[in-house]
């Protein structure tokens, strides 16, 4: 049968996907698939951009790099540094276990976490223009209505002020064709 080899590599594939927030997963976590998985979702976070009219960056390519995961030029022409991650809970996909709702506090705090975390990373000696990170999620409890009202009006301190914008990307709204987003504020 012509689609036999095919259908085993779509099983092998199937078998490997993530159970719990999968939208973002990619299954491959070679360097080559990792770098894939992150371009994808800052060509979502950018694509998403355009719809509301905010063209800021352009041609996006993984790195291959430990640091940064992508790079992108702005509107002016010059090199920005793109971090992936994701926020995500970590019990849920080290136990599968079905998603449970975030409170308020986890939700703040799992946020300001990762933004500490990014923060604390270098820029290869100001070799970029900006620095942007994409936090992910595809948490079935996290939606971007509610995200958006605890989080207006906040802005999260940075220790070492490396990152210069953070957007929270949501997986892909049926309603809206994109990922909805949310620029996340970060102190002066």
Known sequence: M????????????????????????????????????EAGAVRSLLESMRRNERFEYSHVQATGEEWP?????????????????????????????????????????????LLSQKDQRSFHGGRYAEVVLVIHTDEFYLDAGRASALLTGRRFALRHRNLTQAFLLFSCSPLAGVCPYIEVGLAA
């Open 69 to 113: 995961d992508c790079e992108a030029h702005n509107a002016s022409g010059l090199l920005v540094a793109f971090e992936v991650t994701e926020l995500v809970d970590a019990s849920a996909l080290s136990h599968a276990k079905d998603a449970r709702p975030w409170s308020d506090d986890e939700f703040v705090s799992g946020l300001e976490s």
């Open 2 to 37: 012509a689609f036999g080899p095919w259908m085993n590599i779509l099983r092998e594939a199937v078998a490997r996907q993530r159970k719990h927030a999968p939208f973002f997963a990619w299954f491959d976590r070679s360097p080559a698939g990792k770098g894939i998985a």
